[in-house]
């Protein structure tokens, strides 16, 4: 009988701890959220300024009008290029860049880009629909880099990587705690092979 009882607590014990760690693992911090989705729309707005850029860059180039243009145009490819990895946040590059971890540092660069994709805009182009989309290109990466510097001063991306560390361990905790409830049921069946 005391075996009997034993046995029905065991599972009862295991499916607690598996729903606790299910519930953990189900609540995600909103800011962290929050900044995911700023770093996606971020990371396309370089990229339309990339497009743009290269866009630009090939009808100065094509026309032989203005080298300088189509040279800054490349300068500024190569720019955007650093804040789309920046926002993936690749460690190999944040290992030597240390200023893109700071998001005050990171909104100066996107802004610097901003101002590089609107320079030298050619108003009597042909092509109106470029400038259109340099201007929406360049404002939009403008109000990003805004946004960070602004939150960089408030220290809401030292808030970011505090939460972060606090999930990865998170994370961490659970996988452990998976681990160590397969090891104890693996011990425990063995442990009841053994009693029968």
């Given at each position: 009988?005391?075996?009997?009882?034993?046995?029905?607590?065991?599972?009862r014990?295991?499916s607690?701890?598996?729903?606790a760690?299910a519930?953990?693992?189900a609540?995600?911090?909103?800011?962290?959220i929050?900044c995911?989705c700023?770093s996606?729309?971020?990371?396309?707005?370089?990229i339309?300024?990339?497009?743009v850029?290269?866009?630009?860059a090939?009808?100065s180039?094509k026309n032989?009008?203005?080298?300088?243009?189509?040279?800054?145009?490349?300068?500024?490819v190569?720019?955007a290029?650093f804040?789309?990895?920046?926002e993936?946040?690749?460690?190999f590059?944040?290992k030597?860049?240390k200023?893109?971890?700071y998001w005050a540092g990171?909104?100066?660069?996107?802004?610097?880009v901003?101002?590089?994709?609107r320079?030298?805009?050619?108003e009597?182009?042909?092509?109106?629909?470029l400038?259109?989309?340099?201007?929406i290109?360049?404002y939009?990466?403008?109000?990003c880099?805004l946004?960070?510097?602004i939150s960089?001063?408030?220290?809401?991306?030292?808030?970011k990587?505090?939460?972060q560390?606090?999930?990865?361990?998170r994370?961490?905790?659970i996988k452990?705690?998976e681990?160590?409830?397969r090891?104890r049921?693996?011990?425990?069946?063995l442990?009841?092979t053994?009693?029968a």
């Amino acid at each position: 009988m005391a075996r009997n009882g034993d046995g029905e607590g065991l599972p009862r014990t295991s499916s607690s701890s598996s729903n606790a760690a299910a519930r953990l693992r189900a609540r995600r911090d909103p800011l962290l959220i929050v900044c995911r989705c700023f770093s996606f729309i971020t990371s396309l707005t370089a990229i339309l300024c990339i497009c743009v850029n290269v866009l630009s860059a090939i009808r100065s180039f094509k026309n032989g009008s203005d080298v300088f243009d189509g040279i800054f145009r490349c300068y500024a490819v190569v720019i955007a290029f650093f804040v789309v990895v920046a926002e993936t946040e690749w460690g190999f590059i944040m290992k030597f860049w240390k200023v893109l971890e700071y998001w005050a540092g990171r909104g100066m660069l996107q802004i610097f880009v901003a101002v590089m994709t609107r320079a030298f805009p050619d108003e009597s182009s042909k092509q109106k629909d470029l400038i259109l989309l340099q201007n929406i290109a360049s404002y939009m990466l403008l109000a990003c880099g805004l946004i960070y510097v602004i939150s960089g001063i408030l220290c809401i991306g030292f808030l970011k990587r505090s939460r972060q560390k606090k999930e990865v361990s998170r994370e961490q905790a659970i996988k452990d705690l998976e681990e160590l409830e397969r090891r104890r049921e693996e011990l425990e069946a063995l442990l009841i092979t053994e009693r029968a």
